[in-house]
């Protein structure tokens, strides 16, 4: 009886250090977004920089390619799965008078990552600035979801960044510069119930991001961005309410 007791107090205490850990972590990256907006850091010339951006073809990845245009980088590549979308913004991006192209390339599959990674090095040069935002939301409770939903899910959102590293970052260390964005979520930092499979992935994430800055503390010019965003009004939210 005092073992079993001793077990849930211990487990009390667990569970509230990893509440209250979780709630700090949240609370400390919404107060560093809004110290930025109070005291926005300088914008740093992109003007040598090959930005490739996973999932560009629609959502945020559009819009930051757009966003990226403004600030005139050397080139901007677009990756994705559907080419309609991808023509469209690579257009608007020239439109703009930036150099941008795109390739349909599925995340998920490593092997055209790194074919298509190679490619890139080929014909445009080194990739300098990576922005790994390609995701999908899968809306379920864990016992109605299946197999396929939770695979997918976790090879969209967190394998394919491991993936785009490892294609990408051997140039940035070569150069000894470079830039990793991270597109994750406020599901990355605190759940949401229906959402286990998506916040799961996004955990991943975080957690590959954060080591990833550990292993690279050596190369103090190559930086990481993790973007832990809330609520996006795009189609992949569409259907879910907070």
Known sequence: ????????????????????????????????TLILKILPRK??????????????????????????????PKHIILWGRKEEPLQKTTEDVQGLGVSCSYFVCDVCDRELVYKTGEEIKNSIGDVTILVNNAGIFNGALVLNDTEENIQKTFAINAL?????????????????????????????????????????????TTGISEALHLELEEYPNIHLTS???????????????L
């Not at 785009?164 to 991270?182: D, N, R």
């Open 227 to 241: 973007v832990h965003s809330y609520q996006v009004q795009n189609d992949m939210f569409q259907h879910l309410k």
């Open 43 to 72: 914008e740093k010339s992109v003007a040598d920089d090959v930005i490739l951006i996973t999932g560009g073809g629609r959502g945020i990845g559009r819009q930051m390619a757009l966003q990226f245009s403004r600030l005139k």
């Open 160 to 204: 394919a960044h491991i993936w785009a590293y490892k294609a990408f970052l051997p140039g940035m260390i070569s150069q000894g510069q470079g830039h990793i964005v991270t597109i994750s979520s406020m599901l990355g930092i605190m759940s949401l119930r229906g959402a286990s499979s998506y916040c799961g992935s996004k955990f991943m």
């Open 1 to 32: 009886m005092e073992s079993d007791s001793s077990y849930v107090l211990w487990e009390c205490c667990r569970f509230t250090f990893l509440s209250v850990y979780t709630v700090f972590k949240a609370f400390y990256y919404v107060l560093k």
